[in-house]
C-alpha cells in the first residue's frame, strides 16, 4: 500500500514554520508498513492544492492532507478538495453539530465566522476533531481515500490516532497491530551504526530498521506490523511476532553492546533517572561550561524532583571557591579546566548538597576562551559517589558552542550511567 | 520569479529527519523576492526524483535541489538529474579535482568510493564545495536553472550563500541587496502581532513581513529588495531604500510597544546579556521549577562568563536554606512556590555570588505536583537588585513540563530587562 502527504499554508511553503507534522505522518504511516512515494507542500492556493490532490490521487492508495480548514479566508482545502473530486461544496449539518458543540462544552457561542469550517465536499465523510474547531473529512477521488485533517499539529496527532488509523484499517480491511522498540545508543557515529547492523534486513526479513539522530545519541527503532484479527490471533500471530522482535532486539544489542544506553529507548537523562530510583540514589551537579544544561535535561524528566538535588553553575572561579568550596590554590596552580578542578567541583557539590553522587563540568565550549594546550572541545568531568572521587579529561571538535555544552552534559550522565550500572 | 524546492531522501521521506533544509531555503528565496510554489520530498529513488524534475522545472524558473549527492549507492541524484535533462553521466575532472583538494587539505588521500561523486551530467557546471566532499553543480532543464546541493544542512547552507546566490543574481541579471530587519517579540500571541499590524502591507508596498514563533517569542521580519547595481545606486536606490526600512522599524514599534523585547531582533537571552554589559552589571540565578534551564539560555549567549556569575538549581527545600539562606519558617508557613520564598532566593544568590542582580523561579512545571490553590503552570520569580527586592506570582496554561519551563524561565528573564532598561 503507498501513500502521499500533502501539507498546505503559505506559511509552510514560505519556511516560517518547519513542516513537522509531515514528518509525524510519515513515521506512523511508515510503522503501520505502508510505503511512502512523495510529501509536497503548497500554499493556500486553491488551484495548486487541488492540482497537487489530482496527481498526488493517481498515483498511490491513500493521500493525507493537513492544514486549511480554518474559518478564515486563507483557508481553501475544502474548496480545493470538491474541485479535485468534481463536487460541490455543501454545509454538513453533523459537521456544525461538531463545531458547536466544541464551543458549547468551552462554554461560549459559535463564532458566526466558524459556520464556513462544516462546507465542504457533498461526498465527505465527517471525521470527529475532539481538540480544535476544524472538522475532518475523507472522499475518495481516482484510486484514492484522501482524508483531511486540520494543521494544528495536536489536533492533527489526536485525529489521526483516534479517527484515521482506524479508518484506514477498516477501509483497506486490514488491521495491524504494530510491535514497534528502540534501543538508544552513545559513542558511535551512526555510519558506524550502520554498519554494526549490515547484516539486520537478511537475518529479519520482515523486520524494519531506522535511525533517528537525537544528537549526540542514536536510536535505534525496530518494528514489524502483525495482522491482529481474532483468528489470527488464536494461530498465534502475536506470539510469533514477539518471538522474532525478541530475537532482534537481542541480536541489536550483540551488535552494539557497551555503547548502549537504553535497551528500552529511554534518553540519556531518563535512563539515569531511572537508575537513580532504583538505586535508591540521589544526585547533586557542579556545572561549569555545562552552564546549567545537565540540570535542564535532569529536571525534564517528570517526577526528577525524587533524586535531583541541587546544581550548582559555577561559571566564575570565586563561585567554584565559594559555594563549592573548590581549593583556590589547586585553580591557581592548575587553572579552571583541570581534573584535580573537576573532581574537587564533584566532591563539593555532593558535600554541600548532601547527594549520593556528585558530577561536575568545567571546559571550553567556545567558540572563544581554548588555547593550543586546552582547544575549544576540551572538558575535564568529575564524579564522586559514596567512597569514590575521580576526574577524566576529553576532547570533542565542534565548533558550535551549543553542540559542545550538549556532549560535554551527556558525556558527564553516561560516566555516572556507566558508575550506577556497577554500584 | 517564482521556484520550487525538491528534497531527496529516505530519511526526509519517512520521516526520520526533519526536513529544515527545506524551509531555511524558502525563507531565503522569500527574501530573495522570489516566489515559492511547491516544495516536494522524494526518497531515494531515480525515477521519482527524475519525474519531480521533469515537473516542476516545467512550472518555475528556479529549481533547487538538495541531498543525494554522497559517495554510496543510495545516491543518485545526479543520474536523476542526468535522466531528466536527456544527458549522460560523465566524469568531470574540475569537480574530481575539488574532492582530492577537500582530502588533501585534511592531510588524507581521497578514498576510491568518492570517485562517484564526480560523476554528473556532461551539461553540468559545478559549483564548489568548500565544507565536504559533493560538489554542487546546476543543469537547464525546461525553463528552470536547476542547482543541486548536498543534503548536509551547513555544506548546503555555505554553498548557498557562496555559489547558488551569486548563481541566480548573474543567471537572472538583476543583483539585488536584500535589507531585512528583525525585532523580537514577547507577551503576545502570533495572531494579535499578525491583528496590530494589520495595515503594514498597505502603508509599506514593497516590504515583506513575516512571522517566525520562536517559543515564547515571536520574531518579526521586514525587508525589501534593493536593485544594487552601480547606476542604481548613484541615483540614491539604496538610500530610499534604507529610509522606507526605517519608517518600517517605526511604525512596528509603535504598534508592539512594550511588547518589544529587541528591536535589533536579539533573543531575550541576548537582550539581557546586552544590557548587563551596558550596565557593566552581573547577574546569579537561583532556580527552582526551572531546573538550570535560565542559566543555560544565559551562557549559550558567547561571552556571557563576562556578566554571568552562577545558578544555584535548589529543587529541594534543604537546598534552598543551606545554599541560598532562604529562612526555614518562610518555606514551611507558605510553600516553596510563594513570593516570599522567590524574594528570598533572589536575595540569597545575589549575596552569596555578589551579584548585581539576583534572579530567582519557583513554581510548578507539571505534569504533577499541582493543586487548586496552586495549578500547574504557576510560577513565583523574585528579583533582587543594588537597592530593592520583590516577587510575583504568575499563572500558565501549558500542559507540556518543557513549555513551562520555558516560558517560566523568559518571564523572569523579562523581568530583569525591563528591570535593566529602567535602571
Known amino acids: 500500500m503507498k501513500a502521499e502527504i500533502i501539507s498546505t499554508g503559505n506559511e509552510v511553503l514560505t519556511g516560517a514554520v518547519n513542516d513537522t507534522n509531515s514528518s509525524w505522518l510519515s513515521s506512523m504511516l511508515l510503522e503501520a508498513g505502508i510505503t511512502m512515494v512523495r510529501i509536497t507542500c503548497v500554499g493556500d492556493d486553491v488551484n495548486a492544492i487541488a492540482d497537487v490532490l489530482e496527481q498526488s490521487s493517481e498515483r498511490v492508495d491513500i493521500v493525507l492532507v493537513t492544514g486549511g480548514l480554518g474559518p478564515t479566508s486563507d483557508d481553501v482545502t475544502a474548496v480545493a478538495a470538491a474541485l479535485a473530486a468534481k463536487d460541490e461544496i455543501v454545509m454538513h449539518q453533523d459537521a456544525l453539530a461538531g463545531i458547536k458543540n466544541y464551543f458549547k462544552n468551552k462554554g461560549w457561542d459559535m463564532p458566526g465566522i466558524n459556520k464556513k469550517q462544516a462546507e465542504l465536499p457533498s461526498c465527505a465523510e465527517i471525521i470527529e476533531n475532539t481538540t480544535g474547531t476544524a472538522p475532518g473529512f475523507y472522499i475518495e477521488i481516482e484510486r484514492a481515500l484522501c482524508v483531511f485533517m486540520p494543521g494544528v499539529p495536536f489536533e492533527m496527532k489526536k485525529m489521526f490516532k483516534t479517527g484515521v488509523k ?100 529511554l ?69 579552571a579546566v583541570h581534573e584535580n578542578t573537576a573532581r574537587q567541583m564533584a566532591e563539593g557539590v555532593k558535600k554541600i548538597s548532601k547527594a549520593t553522587y556528585g558530577i561536575s ?38 565548533t558550535e558552542r551549543y553542540m559542545n555544552k550538549k556532549i560535554f552534559a551527556v558525556t558527564a550522565l553516561e560516566l555516572l550511567r556507566r558508575e550506577l550500572k556497577m554500584a
Open 166 to 265: 482506524p479508518l484506514i484499517e477498516e477501509y483497506f480491511g486490514h488491521k495491524e497491530k504494530i510491535l514497534s522498540e528502540k534501543i538508544s545508543v552513545f559513542g558511535l557515529p551512526e555510519a558506524e551504526v550502520n554498519l554494526r547492523l549490515k547484516g539486520f534486513t537478511d537475518n529479519f526479513p520482515g523486520i524494519g530498521l531506522g535511525f533517528r539522530a537525537i544528537f549526540p545519541l542514536i536510536e535505534v527503532k525496530f518494528f514489524c506490523a502483525v495482522d491482529s484479527r481474532e483468528n489470527c490471533n488464536s494461530n498465534g500471530c502475536m506470539k510469533k511476532a514477539n518471538d522474532v522482535i525478541k530475537d532482534a532486539r537481542n541480536w541489536i544489542i550483540s551488535k552494539l553492546g557497551r555503547y548502549i544506553v537504553s535497551s528500552a529507548g
Open 267 to 335: 534518553s540519556m537523562e531518563e535512563e539515569v533517572g531511572r537508575l537513580l530510583l532504583v538505586k535508591k540514589a540521589t544526585i547533586a551537579v557542579a556545572e561549569s561550561c555545562t552552564g546549567g544544561l545537565i540540570a535542564d535535561m535532569l529536571t525534564n524528566v517528570p517526577g526528577s524532583s525524587h533524586y535531583f538535588l541541587f546544581s550548582g553553575v559555577t561559571y566564575s572561579n570565586d563561585a567554584k571557591i565559594n559555594i563549592l568550596g573548590v581549593n583556590k590554590n589547586t585553580i591557581i596552580g592548575n587553572g
Open 361 to 398: 563540568t568545567s571546559g571550553i565550549a567556545g567558540p572563544g576562551g581554548g588555547n593550543c594546550e586546552k582547544p575549544v572541545g576540551t572538558v575535564c568531568i568529575g564524579i564522586a559517589g559514596p567512597d569514590f572521587s575521580m576526574a577524566k579529561r576529553y576532547s570533542f571538535s565542534f
